[in-house]
């Protein structure tokens, strides 16, 4: 554990990563780590105040060199606790710490190991070129104007800027901001990277390259925690995931232990099934939706577990051959847990009146 | 001091694609015209050079004052400011740095009023005592950019600062003794104007344009240095709280 890590007391045991599994190794300290963090935002004055609840109480442990991701809808309290971690904003209740150091009182030591890509177009200096861009951040992170000078070049030339490098970054399409943004995050050399929805503008081929670029990162040991909505982006870079809606963590697991939580809901595909069987199928217990698809095939849904070996065997045993079986994505997870309020923006507001 | 030299080379950069901040130079060739043709009409061209001194300290209070608010404006706009209090680099070292470079660009008035001066009128204004003026110019400079800082922290807590902004111009002007010295203003006054930099920086630059020697010359630029180091300050301690203040309500990036 490191020195600061044991000058706060943070405990060791989540540890490192095995990457292999995506499981978790014990030994190594904590990169992030949030205790019992709520944030609470006040809106209006006199009879219409109310207080709106960000972050219920947030604990999170991210151990050093783990991509984490935050999965969640618009409105869940992903930006928010970026921003907590980030320093530019206080939590109102809860302890959070980056790199081992109190992202209230040690603002210093915190802003120096952390890097930052806040979501969106905006965030950059338009008029002046990418270049300029880059090593004005690389100054404001200490940097000298030779190192600041190489190391925005190595970025530039990391994310595929570099012939671009003297241009504007007002003539930059979106998804070339975002990777300048990337290299704005980087440039002050960071342990703990924080990517609030760092593809959102991206095309295939750049957030390709992106994950491969968030794989080098992981290579080169820097902790990674990563909002967005990309259930496939999360599958691919995260090794664990924690799912987070109204402002409260659902879960956190590995993507692929995610996915066999709702094994429950494993579906088995059948062409060529009757009515009979179907009806057969319908009366197992645990078998939830059946549904007829526009490919001729019909979709059975369990709801727990064994249901699906029970359905397959029944199926088998009536010579139906054209069978299969497909575990949920971590999207259908998601879905599952968040449910059809994916696409709404949350927010839980306790009236002060 | 890394973060103050990038924010100062940044915000000439930046001013080369953003000239906004420097519209205080436009007027001030027409305040010379306005107050050399008083001080003509009047048959005073004894005060030819308080006429044409007069414009540039306006300009450069006016250019300081502007981009302490624009600085902050600007990074809200761009969508910068959250991503610039998150790095290591000090808010008000960098405003400093950013403020600084207006206000050194914004030497270009003292040109504008004497080039006026001398296309329009025919007036030449000496500088018998360029180094007192220049070391006057010098630190009057800083003592501005420091004073600018409060200006800078009080556009971070919220955007309607620009009413404050607008109501610290002229009061500045007459209590800095910038149009009238503030020998000339009522007795009440004087210990008031004392307190602003610029009655100091405005004396020892109108002595400088005089053939007399100027008197306490080291002293008196103290008086601007200091006075303008507390404006820093206490500029630098209210961005603190400030910005500690906007953390908590968690308006940073939208006051």
Same mark, same amino acid.
């Given at each position: ?98 790199a081992?150091f ?5 603002t210093d030591e915190v802003r120096r190991r952390m ?26 992170f200490r ?45 002050g050399d960071p342990q ?162 | ?27 001030? +060739? ?5 107050? %050399? &043709? /008083? !001080?003509?009409? =009047? ?7 308080? @006429? ?35 790095t290591p ?40 005592? +360029? ?5 006057? %110019? &010098? /630190? !009057?400079?800083? =003592? ?7 200006? @800078? ?90 910005? =500690? ?7 940073? @990036?939208?006051?």
């Amino acid at each position: 554990m490191g020195a600061a890590a044991e000058q706060h007391g943070l405990r060791s045991g989540s540890g490192g990563v095995d990457r292999a599994s995506g499981g978790v190794v014990v030994g190594s300290d904590l990169a992030i780590e949030t205790r019992g963090v709520s944030r609470e935002f006040r809106t209006g004055r006199g009879r219409r105040a109310a207080t709106v609840v960000a972050l219920g109480s947030v604990d999170l442990a991210v151990p050093t060199g783990e991509v984490h991701g935050l999965l969640g809808p618009n409105g869940a309290g992903k930006t928010t606790l970026c921003k907590v971690l980030s320093t530019v904003l206080l939590p109102t209740r809860g302890q959070a710490f980056v790199a081992g150091f109190d992202v209230v009182r040690q603002t210093d030591e915190v802003r120096r190991r952390m890097g930052i890509v806040l979501g969106g177009e905006r965030g950059l200096y338009n008029r002046l070129t990418a270049r300029r861009n880059l090593r004005y951040w690389g100054a404001l992170f200490r940097l000298s104007d030779r190192d600041a000078a190489r190391r925005a070049d190595e970025l530039l030339e990391r994310v595929g800027l570099y012939d671009r490098a003297e241009e504007r970054v007002e003539t930059f399409s979106r998804g070339m901001k975002q990777r300048l943004h990337l290299a704005r995050g980087l440039i002050g050399d960071p342990q703990v990277l924080l990517l609030d929805e760092p593809t959102t503008g991206m095309d295939p081929v750049a957030a390709r390259d992106f994950r491969t670029l968030v794989g080098e990162l992981r290579g080169e040991g820097r902790t990674i925690l990563l909002t967005t909505h990309d259930m496939v982006e999360a599958e691919h870079v995260c090794d664990r995931v924690t799912l987070i809606d109204r402002g409260e963590l659902i879960a956190t697991e590995a993507p692929r232990t995610l996915a066999s939580w709702i094994s429950r809901f494993e579906r088995v595909d059948v062409d060529g099934a009757d009515d009979r069987l179907l009806a057969e199928v319908a009366a197992i217990a645990g078998v939830g939706r059946i549904e007829h698809r526009e490919d001729g095939s019909t979709r059975i849904e369990t709801t727990q577990d064994g249901a699906a070996a029970a359905v397959l065997r029944l199926i088998v045993d009536a010579d139906v051959t054209g069978v299969r079986t497909s575990l949920p994505s971590l999207e259908e997870v998601y879905l599952h847990i968040v449910g059809d309020r994916a696409m709404d923006v949350h927010r839980t507001i306790r009236d002060d009146t | 001091m890394t973060a103050f030299r990038a924010a100062f080379g940044f915000q000439i950069a930046y001013m080369r694609r953003n000239r906004d901040q420097l519209m205080p130079l436009f007027a001030s +060739p027409l305040y010379t015209v306005i107050f %050399l &043709a /008083i !001080t003509r009409a =009047a048959g005073r061209d004894d005060l030819s050079s308080y @006429a044409v001194l007069a414009p540039a300290l306006i300009a450069l209070w006016a250019v300081s004052l502007m981009s302490a608010g624009e600085v902050i404006d600007s990074e809200r706009y761009e969508g910068t400011l959250e991503a610039v209090v998150a790095t290591p680099a000090s808010l008000g070292v960098v405003m400093f740095g950013r403020v600084l470079a207006v206000v050194v660009i914004g030497c270009l008035a003292f040109f504008e009023s004497w080039l006026t001066a001398a296309l329009l009128f025919g007036v030449v204004v000496p500088i018998p005592q +360029p180094g007192w003026f220049l070391a006057t %110019l &010098a /630190i !009057t400079v800083l =003592a501005m950019a420091g004073t600018a800082t409060i200006m @800078a922290s009080v556009f971070v807590l919220a955007r309607s600062a620009r009413t404050f902004q607008n109501v610290l111009s002229y009061p500045v002007y007459v209590l800095g003794g910038v149009i009238v010295p503030v020998s000339l203003l009522p007795a009440w006054v004087q210990p008031i104007s004392r307190v602003v930099f610029l009655s100091w920086s405005a004396d020892l630059f109108r002595d400088s344009l005089g053939a007399a020697p100027v008197e306490a010359p080291v002293g008196r630029l103290g008086m601007v240095l200091l006075l303008g180091a507390i404006g820093f300050a206490v500029g630098g301690w209210m961005l603190r709280r400030i910005l =500690a203040r906007v953390r908590e309500t968690g308006t940073l @990036a939208y006051a």
